[in-house]
């Protein structure tokens, strides 16, 4: 598991900076991510919020998208799997 942290570790520093800076600009008021933690033995899953949530319908009904499409990600990355095997 080590080698794949190391290949896209600069990639994901990157994208850290680069929400770094969106929410030092004011850009980013909230966010929920997931993470994977990997350890010799596992990976671990996590889900981490920060910030200020809007409640808005409309910002709601496009968080359910968003979520949605992140977990239709996960099937689909399933189902390639299984291709694969």
Not at 23 to 45: H, L, N, P, S
């Amino acid at each position: 598991m080590g080698d794949v942290t190391k290949l896209h570790r600069s990639e994901l520093l990157d994208t850290i900076q680069e929400v770094k800076r969106d929410i030092q600009a004011g850009k980013i008021t909230y966010i929920q991510m997931m993470i994977q933690r990997e350890t010799d033995e596992f990976v671990e899953w996590d889900l981490q919020e920060a910030g200020e949530k809007s409640y808005d319908p409309q910002h709601l009904l496009s968080q359910v998208g968003v979520l949605y499409l992140a977990t239709h990600s996960v099937f689909d990355d399933l189902a390639e799997d299984a291709d694969e095997d």
